[in-house]
Structure formats: C-alpha cells, structure tokens
Nanobody
Framework: QVQLVESGGGLVQPGGSLRLSCAAS????????MGWYRQAPGKERELVATITSGSTTNYADSVKGRFTISRDNATNTISLQMNSLKPEDTAVYYC???????????????WGQGTLVTVSS
C-alpha cells in the first residue's frame, strides 16, 4: 500500500507564512513528479506547483515569487513554503505524486487527503 500524508495547514493572517509538507510512504519503487494543487470553495482544483525527481519546478503564475516547492528524494517528501499569503490563497491544498509501486512496477497517481489553508484577518 502506498499513500501520501500531508501536514501543515492552518489559519494565518494576510501577509503571513505557512509551510506544508507531504510524505509518500509504502512500497515505492520510484517517484516521478510530485506537486501541490488547491481547491477553493466553489472552484475547480488547480495546480499550485510541481517538482520533478531532478528538482525542476513549475509554478502557477498566481504564486510565483511567493511560494517555493522543495523535495527530499531520500525521504520521499515535498514541502511548500508559502510566504506573503493572500486571502485568495484560501483553499484545501492537496499533495499529488506519480509513482511506480515496488514489486508490481505499476504506475499510480496518488492524492493526499488535503489540508486546509485559511488566510484571514
């Protein structure tokens, strides 16, 4: 069994910072790209940032310069450092990973359970 477990959401004031983390665990052979997506109330899920196994990153225009995604391949973990948060960043943030399962060598795309980030004064 493989899974993604997120942590780090919460309530923060505008202009503040939060750090989200996501750890992949289980029978993992390899992990390709990992990333963060978010879904605000009444809106579709959207890409926030992705990072490849070689640490190539991609960001949504709305978070460029404010958010930083990082990855630790040794622990199968990614983090999202969010600075200068705005009320419009309020959403449930989901971790995503494309990975190959050990032994079966099957490709799977996983989603975490989501963590709520609320930016409000």
């Amino acid at each position: 069994q493989v899974q993604l477990v997120e942590s780090g959401g919460g309530l923060v004031q505008p202009g503040g910072s939060l750090r989200l983390s996501c750890a992949a665990s289980g029978s993992i052979f390899s992990i390709n790209a990992m990333g963060w997506y978010r879904q605000a109330p009444g809106k579709e899920r959207e890409l926030v940032a992705t990072i490849t196994s070689g640490s190539t990153t991609n960001y949504a225009d709305s978070v460029k310069g404010r958010f930083t995604i990082s990855r630790d391949n040794a622990t199968n973990t990614i983090s999202l450092q969010m600075n200068s948060l705005k009320p419009e960043d309020t959403a449930v943030y989901y971790c995503n990973a494309g990975l190959v399962v050990r032994y079966t060598l099957r490709y799977r795309e996983l989603w975490g359970q989501g963590t709520l980030v609320t930016v409000s004064s």
